[in-house]
């Protein structure tokens, strides 16, 4: 199960939140998404753990408990939703008056 972990203090490693969530049973793969440019966490993660059981157990346990006096925001991660990208001609055309 592919869990979200929000409100994550900008100083927390993968490591640190990979031993928090390993009390509760085996974790596959932890990851904080920081910002492409500044390399900064953008104060999110990702956690994936085999067991549903053991997810959910996790999930209950840690939602709301503080890790590095943040209170944590821990449930089951939504799968993403793709881009909307481009539209018809229509939607690129300038509005108003033609200048041709």
């Known amino acids: 199960m592919n869990i979200y972990v929000g409100n994550l203090s900008r100083d927390i490693s993968e490591q640190d939140l990979k031993a ?8 596959l793969s932890c990851r904080i998404i920081k910002d492409q440019f500044s390399g900064q966490s953008r104060g999110f993660g ?4 085999p067991s549903q059981e053991e997810a959910e157990k996790a999930i ?7 890790l ?20 018809d001609f229509r939607s690129r055309r300038p509005r108003g008056r033609r200048t041709w």
């Open 68 to 87: 590095s006096g943040r209170p944590l925001v821990v449930n089951q991660a939504r799968p993403r939703q793709p881009k909307r990208r481009g539209g």
């Open 46 to 49: 990702f956690v994936e753990m």
């Open 60 to 66: 209950a346990a840690l939602n709301g408990k503080e």
């Open 20 to 27: 928090r969530f390993a009390e509760y049973g085996e974790v």
